[in-house]
């Protein structure tokens, strides 16, 4: 694990308790798409896990939801602020030999999948993404998976943008979905096992997220229960799961 | 200068030691493993352990609590497949967690004799798991009767990891140093609830869970400097360790070594920086940790 | 929408209590104490008592550590001087500190029939003495026997407050309702110990103190749910309460009322707050606090 | 108590470890020298106890050393941050009726007098100060007490700036000692107690410090011992008190 002090460029609200920010390093050597950073808050002990968005040369993005004490402080932080941060962290997302591939973001989902967007497209990899969330305002990145995407479908939950109803409702009606080769997946747990209902018929790797304690592989503190039965550490083995091999 | 300390013939490089639960079972960050005191495991069963469900941490600002559990791997597979992977020069002190005397039996038959081990600590303590673990260690009977048979079964080094959860922590020490152990480790975790108001249950999907981090420094250090007083076998501090200043402070207390906890969790190499803090004032005060055990005066 | 809680027949408007120590005698702040269920004073001593040397107070992030020590009036004047100046509206506890049968017996005697007065909190886990309190409290036996004695001299309701350090608050529990008191307050501050590692001397003028404040929260809530389950009396919670949500969780885990101590050195109108926080609570939730008392789910 | 959400209009440094702070508030009443606002910090649970140095209007002006977290999270703040604050707390000092009178400061202690230096200008009562520090980049605030004051000397203990010597070594032989009325000192516990040997003759008002608990007089966690063997609260019943009346 490297530890970074980083500096804070920029924190923008982008909706209702979102934020992005960007993160100036010093040092930075290779980030994959579903690698993450640990951040350190004033208001908590342990740090905080935040996906990689996206990245400009030595400058990363950060997308977060505001949800408890430790997101709360990070989003009040002022840009020139100094960051201490561990990372990359986590294996990176097994990259498809071919497309197209199919992103399917639930809310704050969208961030990971975003940097995962950007590789694919260098790797001119066809990729569509459904992009959904409550309201029209919670709808975020849109535009930058429109500069990267084949396609970018959009649905809320009360039909404020784009289609309405749940990312599940929508996805199996799509006529795009028949030449899928893999799904990439991030959202609320409950957004996984509507999808493992969907039963899809192709690979789809879900971006999980757990409470942590170490982020490192020492503490067993963010197990996820696999089909074997046993806890397997989101922070290391993880954080993408092929979604067949977990229970939910 | 040398930061060595002796517990009887046992020898650590210096008074640091990685605590059971926060540092997996040593086959990564050996390299903060290897400048350290000694490194002790995860707590091992005799069945492999699933562990707790989810979720499994909760924190504040100067506490961590864990409802982990017992997740390991198991006697057998530590044994056979995790013992063999384990590549390091730091003293390696197992975490045994038994819930009756069989298991401590079957644990210690069973490992006693790998070279690898340098002892055993034995846990008497953990909050985590419904049958043994705190419960036997809240008796001082049942402390005396485990670290007996323990003692009765191995030459190796014995530490009694013990709480102060619902018990008198004076009286479980005086059973466990009557009966061989060459070390008591204060403290494992406080028992702790967090509730969430709004699904009126526990948070934690355990149903409770050790509460351990800074808040508890003082508290154990209280502890510490009561028991290494009132007994006659070294104390090893556990508590709320962040800084070299913490680890001076136990050992003035009366700790011979200090362990750390949670602070492992917020950053893998937080040793190493503790060390030489340590190093730091131990040059500057031109003194050795072991002449400063115990050397806190009376106000 | 009413807060009030009955413990047996005595009524609070609501569950918040002003705790020992953190309030004084009541004689400020008493727009405060006029809202609150109750109020307990300072703990009172026989003879006056001139408390601990200078310094009394450390505190963290989330833990404060006091050892004011029973710095008070003292019975005499108490009674004479202070009594006939307090002047609240909301039920008068007073903290009744003795270091043995006869203390408790010299201050209920001389109490028991001031009008002003609604009931007693036995402090049986004061840790910033050497005498008595938490010695006192370490022993469900003694614990029983003050009880036993103070209820035969009263019948003005009866607290208990306990301690948990070096015993098994479980027992004691047990100990002071079977002799007879209305109610347990868990719990007093927990022995702590802070070293000015430059002085290798206790920080605290007094040695040692009681550790208070949020980070002990998750500790006590365990406690007050452990023998709130087991114990047939009403319990009153102390510990790190800051917040409306605290106090809901100290009543979903089995609390009857609970008390604010910290807090209140932070702001002196804390309770007002929280009270605040209780009532749009209950009001949302359209339930009393009588009915969540307790109803806390498993996991 | 009053709380207060008052604005930081300017964090400076002083000098190693020393900054003044002034903060703006939205309502402020009659503020007495002596008097003092208790700060909550983002390092400590606890309130911290700052003496006003100065007050121009609805702003006030706090001198503050940097000895552990809770100063250093006060010294850090940025220009524009909110600072909640409870006060005017204590009793204000007891205002002499005849001058001349004397300041006698040791470091930081110079911070509540220069107050007192104002209030007893406006009120043409005389006043000498004698500001004392352990070294020239640590003597404080000696332009606004030169204008105030009659005569201003400075001391150090290194002999940097002004006499050398210790304030108590200095203070005996200065000319201007003989026609003052009253003392005022605020200083370390260690100039107290060389003051009370010094023994001058004339009341000396002693402006303590102690670790406060809640600064309101409930928890006895700030007493000092007085001659009466009793413990008296610094924060209701002080911060000044006569130092004949406390035992050092
Ligand atoms: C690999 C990984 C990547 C991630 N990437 C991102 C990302 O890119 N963007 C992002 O926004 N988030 C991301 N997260 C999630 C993020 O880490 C968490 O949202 C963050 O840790 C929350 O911290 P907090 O201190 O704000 O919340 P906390 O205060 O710790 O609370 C966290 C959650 O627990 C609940 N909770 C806490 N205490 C209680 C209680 N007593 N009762 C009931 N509920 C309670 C809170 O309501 C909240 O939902 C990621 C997580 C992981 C593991
Ligand atoms: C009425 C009043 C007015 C005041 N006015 C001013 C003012 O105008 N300007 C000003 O600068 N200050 C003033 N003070 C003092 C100021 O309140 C304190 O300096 C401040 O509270 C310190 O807070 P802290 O969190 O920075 O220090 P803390 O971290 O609380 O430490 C305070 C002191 O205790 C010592 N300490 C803490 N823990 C230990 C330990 N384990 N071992 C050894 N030592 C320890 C520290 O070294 C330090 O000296 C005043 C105090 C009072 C009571
Ligand atoms: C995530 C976690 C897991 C732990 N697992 C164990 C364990 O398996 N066996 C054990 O004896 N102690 C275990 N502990 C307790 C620690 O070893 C240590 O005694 C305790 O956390 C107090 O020290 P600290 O405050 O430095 O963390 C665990 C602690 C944490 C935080
Ligand atoms: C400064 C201070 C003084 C206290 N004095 C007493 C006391 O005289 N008698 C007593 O029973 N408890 C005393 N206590 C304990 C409190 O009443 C309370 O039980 C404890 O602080 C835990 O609650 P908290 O975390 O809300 O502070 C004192 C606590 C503090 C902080
Ligand atoms: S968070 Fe510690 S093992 Fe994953
Ligand atoms: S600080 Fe609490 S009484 Fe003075």
Known sequence: MKRHQATLLENRRLGPGLYSLQVEFEDLGDVEPGQFFEFLTGARFLRRAFSVADRDAMRLRFVLRVVGKGTAWLSQLTEGSKLNLAGPLGQGVAMPSEGPVMLLAGGIGAAPLLYLARKLNEQRVEVDALLAAGTKEELILTEEFGSLCRKVILATDDGSCGQKGLLTDILPALPAINDIQIFYACGPESMFAALKRLDLGKPLYAFLESRMGCGTGLCMGCGVLGRDGRYHRVCTEGPVFNLEEIEL | ?299
């Open chain 2, 1 to 299: 200068m040398s930061l060595e300390v002796f517990l009887g013939k046992a020898r650590f490089r210096n008074p640091l030691v990685l605590a059971s639960g926060t540092f997996g079972y040593g086959l990564t960050h050996t390299h903060v493993i290897d400048r350290m005191g000694a490194f002790v495991t995860k707590g091992i069963t005799v069945q492999e352990c699933v562990g707790n469900p989810q979720p499994r941490i909760w924190d504040s600002r100067e506490t961590v609590i864990n409802s982990v559990g017992l997740e390991n791997v198991g006697l057998k597979r530590f044994k056979e497949e995790t013992l063999p992977l384990i590549d390091i020069s730091t003293p390696l002190y197992v975490n045994l967690a038994g819930v009756d005397l069989d298991d401590f039996r079957i644990l210690i038959e069973s490992l006693s004799d790998e070279e690898k081990i340098a002892g055993f600590e034995l846990n008497l303590s953990c909050p985590n798991v419904k049958e043994g673990g705190a419960a036997l260690g809240q008796s001082a009977d049942r402390v005396g009767k485990v670290t007996s048979l323990a003692r009765s079964l191995t030459t190796k080094p014995l530490w009694a990891k013990l709480t102060s959860n619902f018990c008198d922590v004076r009286e479980t020490s005086k059973a466990a140093a009557d009966a061989g152990a060459d070390a008591l480790v204060l403290i494992n975790t406080l028992n702790a609830l967090v509730i969430d108001i709004k699904g009126r249950k526990p948070f934690l999907g355990a149903g409770s869970g050790g509460l351990s981090g800074p808040a508890i420094k003082p508290y154990v250090l209280y502890i510490v400097k009561e028991v290494s007083r009132q007994i006659n076998i070294p104390v090893i501090a556990s508590g709320g360790v962040t800084s070299g200043t913490d680890v001076i402070e136990y050992l003035l207390a009366g700790a011979s070594l200090v362990q750390l906890g949670s602070i492992n969790l917020v950053d893998p190499e937080a040793g190493l920086r503790i060390l030489e803090e340590l190093k730091r004032y131990f040059e500057q005060e031109g003194i050795s940790p072991a002449g400063i055990i115990g050397r806190l005066e009376e106000r």
